[in-house]
């Protein structure tokens, strides 16, 4: 015997009752209305009580009718934000609070209003070759650039196990974005129905940083366009520097990479030590009088006191950003704050074998 599913349907009939609902009161309420107009004869005396009883009449029917919409509004933009909502814990799934002796913390602010999710993404997991860390951002902001999102987290997300040097997870990337990029053309084709794109694919790109964090603390990277973090360490007299490894790469989408793609050394995380990820809506936001919104001395005052407790630095980042830019941002801001938890280094298998040999002699 064959089955047929019928759970969509079922799960449409809610939503068709609801709609005759919201369509059928408002109809049912203008009639009783314009029945009472009509037909009621108290309504055609002319008295100034007969006034007052059909004035309040009409108030009670169009307050009814004007909070039955009002009510309609509002499930339906709670169902919006729940879906919002349920992508953004698909997408930007939060990092887990410890991974491989690293503590992590992550935030995003969208610059859409009433929106969760943007075109920031990030993400971390525990190889085989070590902690690998993305941070991107996707050209534009909102809805529009979630697509591009998925593509290039979904494609990490599986090659940064399978792949044992940066370089080819990093071309995995660019492939998975440029597949996102054809497919989306052959949607908006006139051929196909599609409307006139909100961004363009001719301007479309991402920036990407890739980081592996190696069991001493040892970071490599690979630069695609996107900001270098910063290295947090509390107590020593600087105590945020920027991490870099010479010029970036461009963006994915723009121009293929190169032949050659060594990963840079760029720095070493020690124990008790942390670094912070961003993209660039935080140090591109301003004030009303123009002026950047200060990043490194915000980092600075953070960990001036104590060690560095990554969910408190994204507090402090956020709570004086929001205050510089009065509490509506231009762009997406998404910030990952890491802390070495390591109390001591494993001795390398080089290192292991030179003992050995040592004691042979």
């Known amino acids: 015997m064959i089955r047929t599913k019928t759970t969509e349907p079922t799960r449409a009939e809610p939503r068709r009752v609801r ?66 909502t349920a992508a953004q814990s698909a997408l930007l799934r939060p990092p887990p609070p410890r991974l491989d002796g690293l503590v992590l913390a992550a935030g995003q602010h969208s610059a859409d209003r009433g929106a969760s999710i943007g075109g920031d993404l990030y993400d971390v997991v525990a190889t085989d070759h070590g902690v690998r860390v993305v941070m991107g951002d996707v050209r534009g902001h909102g809805l529009a650039a979630v697509g591009t999102v998925g593509a290039v987290l979904g494609s990490f997300r599986e090659a940064a196990h399978d792949e044992d040097e940066l370089g080819p997870l990093l071309r995995r ?20 129905g599609g409307g006139e794109p909100e961004n363009p694919l001719a301007e479309e790109f991402v920036t990407v940083l890739l980081l592996e964090i190696r069991r001493d603390g040892a970071v490599y990277a690979l630069n695609c366009g996107h900001p270098w973090p910063y290295l947090l360490r509390p107590g020593a007299a600087r105590r945020v520097e920027a991490m870099s490894g010479g010029d970036p790469l461009p963006p994915l989408g723009p121009f293929p990479l190169p032949a050659e793609l060594p990963p840079v050394r760029c720095g070493r995380i020690r124990p008790g030590e942390g670094m912070l990820l961003y993209t660039d809506g935080l140090e591109d936001a301003r004030d009303p009088r123009g002026r950047f919104f200060p990043l490194r001395s915000t980092l600075a005052t953070a960990v001036r006191h104590g060690p560095v407790v990554p969910q408190a630095v994204i507090h402090a980042v956020y709570s004086r950003l929001l205050c510089h830019v009065g509490g509506r941002l231009a762009d ?4 990952l704050v890491l802390r070495n938890d390591r109390s001591r280094v494993p001795a390398q298998h080089a290192e292991t074998a030179l003992r050995t040999a040592h004691k042979v002699l």
Not at 48 to 69: K, N, Q, Y
Not at 332 to 335: E, S
């Open 332 to 335: 997406d801001a998404a910030l």
């Open 173 to 192: 990337l660019e492939r998975a974005h440029a597949r996102y990029l054809r497919q989306r053309a052959r949607d908006e084709h006139p051929s196909a």
């Open 19 to 84: 709609r005759t609902l919201m369509l059928g009161l408002p109809t049912v309420w203008g009639a009783v209305a314009m029945t009472y107009k009509l037909v009621c004869p108290l309504a055609q005396l002319d008295g100034f009580g007969a006034r007052i009883t059909t004035s309040a009449v009409f108030f009670a029917v169009g307050t009814g009718l004007i909070l039955r919409v009002r009510g309609s509004l509002m499930r339906e933009l709670r169902d919006a934000q729940a879906a919002a």
